[in-house]
Structure formats: C-alpha cells, structure tokens
C-alpha cells in the first residue's frame, strides 16, 4: 500500500461517503446555506439536483450532521420501490414494524411518529437521496406526505436529491403540483481547475499529508482535462495514481503516470467491439433542466434570488479565508468513507494574462444567506 511511501495515514481518495473529505467549494457553500435556510425557515420541500459524482450524499450526510441536536432525521435511498414500498422503508427507519400494514395502517403510523415529533417542539426532515429514480406515482406519494401538518406549520419537511433527471422529471407537467410545493432548489455543479487543485491538496492534507506538492503541474493538467471537474473521476484518477508511483517507487506524481493509469481506465479499450459508444462527456447544459423550475413559495422568494443569482452568474472560486472558515463548521465524524460532493461553477484565466491559475484566488461577495449560515452575520432588514 502507498500509505507509508507517501506519510499518508489513512487513503484520501476513497470513493464512500466521509464528510471529513468535504471540501468547501463556492457554490457548495451556497447549495448547504440554502438547504439549511429552507429547513430552519419551514419550508415543505426543497431539493439538491446535481450531476453524477458530484458528492451530493456528502453533502446530505454534513447537513444530517448540522440537523441531528435539532430535529429528527430520516435519510432514505432505496429508490426502486413502489408507494407500499417506500412507505415501509420509511417506518422501518422510524423503528415501526409495517410488514403486514396496508397502506391506511402506515399513513396512521407515520401520523402517530410525527405528531408525538411536533409536540415535542423538533422538527422532522426527511432525506430522499436518489430522488430521480422514484416513479411518477411514488412522487406523488411523497407530494401526499406534505398533508401531515398542524395548523401553524408542517411537521414534515422533505428534501429530494437527485441526478439532472429529477429535474426533468418535476418540469413534467403530471407533477405540477409536487413541483409547486418546493420552494428552494439547489444545485452543485463541476470543478473549475484552481478548484482541482485544491480539492486534491484538501485530501491529501485531511489523510495526514504535509510534504511538497505530491502531484506536479503536468499531472494536474491532465486530471483535470480528463476528469471534468468531477470528485469521483478524480479521486478515481489520483488513487490509481498514487498506486503506480508507488509501485514505480516515485516521490512525486508525473503527467506520464497520469497518462499510464487513465490508458488503463479507458473502457473503450477495455470494453468489446460490438459495445455502443460511450456517452459524451459531461455538459453544463443540464442545468436548463433546473432553470425550468423555479420557487413557487413566496415567503422565499429572497433565498432564491440571492443564492439563483450566484448559480446562474458563476461563483468563483472561495479565497483561503473562506476554506478556512467552512474547515472550522463541524463536521461528521462517520468512518463510513471517503468521497467528497464540491462543486463550483467553471472559470478561466484569459489568455495573456499573465495571471497564475493555480495559486490566483479570485474572491466574490458573499451573499447575505451564506453569511447568515455560516455564523458571520444577520440578514439584512
């Protein structure tokens, strides 16, 4: 193992689920701050829609953490299921047997759950992941579960997180009325190059590394050309590299190195002669899925248009005074794994400009909605 070779004392490019691996991108910290304004503000459903590998469970699981003194959680992903199903998962995680309960058994169970939840002054936040793969009717299942409430406020809230398909899926017009009902949506979109590099370093120093740079410019280069800015492609990419150099007894990671491992985990040289081809790379053009929906709520219309507008302009990249400040948030502790969910919107330097991509940070105005979040200061009046 490259572990001793390289001083690392646990592998930093696991590819679970470790919320000690979340690295705080710019629009990460906008996707979180939204999500926890949404719950904190009573909102019934709100939803995360990103690309695959972007780390979105991460990112559920950091939120669960934040939640745990303060409410009463459940975190769902079995999502090929019919209603009766998912009904039954969810009593399961509440401790309640459903077995041999019809579907009018279950509805009075989960009232029963939720009404002692309500009187008890906490909050009860359902966690969906993998909402995309849900039928129609189970959506509208779900959409139903809105109906526990008390006369002042729901005492269920939900948060659907889910693939671009979510997206396309609640823009169909057959679930107009779920769609209405979520007031806020997040979003996490791929890495930009400086952001690369610093998610890469971000690992490294989380598993205990502290030496010079373990992947040289070269290397870089190639990680981000070949990965799309996507956590799990480069994790897949850098694990796979730190395995050759160790096997090539290397101190630092090369662009041939790079090259060597991403021949190897080419599938088109892998696969058969008679397979389709592979799908094309990863466009931001899915998000015209999300742009397709927006906020019905209006008690929320202001978290929208402060966190939407950041979406659609482009967040940059946070400074090092930022990293540092969502380094100190509290984080799970879990050891279930290892795989970050960051995301930040692309930016480039023009050419010419002399200006270095990989140390340059450019710093953007932080919306009031972050700086509530993140204990800086009050919104504004």
């Known amino acids: 193992m ?13 590819v679970t689920p470790d919320p000690r691996y979340l690295y705080f991108s ?18 019934g459903f709100l939803s995360l829609i990103a690309p695959p590998g972007m780390g979105k469970t991460t990112l559920l699981l950091h939120l669960l953490e934040r939640l745990r003194k303060s409410a009463r959680t459940v975190f769902l992903f079995q999502t090929q299921c019919d209603s009766r199903e998912f009904f039954r998962y969810l009593l399961t995680d509440l401790g309640v047997d459903a077995r041999d309960q019809n579907m009018a058994h279950m509805h009075e169970s989960l009232n029963f759950v939720l009404l002692n939840n309500a ?45 671009p398909q979510l997206a396309d899926k609640l823009s169909h017009p057959d679930l107009m009325q779920l769609r209405q009902r979520v007031s806020i949506f997040s979003r996490l979109q791929p890495f930009d190059k400086a952001e690369v590099v610093n998610y890469i370093h971000h690992r490294l120093k989380v598993a205990g590394y502290a030496g010079h740079a373990l992947f ?63 799908p094309a790379r990863i466009s931001h053009d899915w998000c015209s899925s999300l742009n397709r929906l927006e906020p019905t709520h209006e008690a929320h219309q202001d978290s929208y248009s402060v966190t939407g507008s950041a979406w659609m302009n ?13 380094n100190s948030l509290p984080l799970a502790s879990s ?15 023009s050419p010419g400009s002399g200006r270095d991509e990989f140390s340059e940070r450019h710093t953007r105005p932080t919306t009031w909605l972050e700086r509530s979040i993140f204990g800086q200061t009050k919104p504004p009046r």
């Open 216 to 278: 040289n410019l070269d290397a870089i280069d190639k990680i981000v050309a070949h990965s799309d800015g996507i956590p799990r492609i480069i994790n897949n990419i850098c694990f796979n590299a730190l395995t050759l150099g160790y096997a090539k007894r290397q101190e630092q990671i090369d662009g041939s190195t790079v090259c060597e491992v991403l021949t190897d985990l080419d599938m088109d040289v892998l696969g058969s002669p008679s397979a389709p081809p592979a």
């Open 26 to 43: 710019a629009m990460h910290r906008e996707a979180l701050a939204s999500l926890v304004y949404g719950i904190e503000s009573g909102c």
């Open 335 to 349: 050891a279930d794994g290892n795989s970050p969910g960051v995301v930040s919107r692309r930016d480039s330097v």
């Open 314 to 326: 482009g967040a940059e990249a946070v400074t090092k005074d930022e990293q540092a400040e969502s």
């Open 2 to 14: 490259f572990l001793e070779h390289y001083g690392l004392r646990e592998q930093p490019f696991g």
């Open 119 to 163: 009187r008890m002054g906490r909050r009860f936040v359902l966690i969906i992941d993998e909402a995309q793969n849900l039928k129609k009717t189970v959506l509208e299942t779900v959409r139903l579960l809105s109906d526990f409430e008390s006369a002042s406020s729901k005492v269920l809230q939900i948060v659907l997180c889910g693939q």
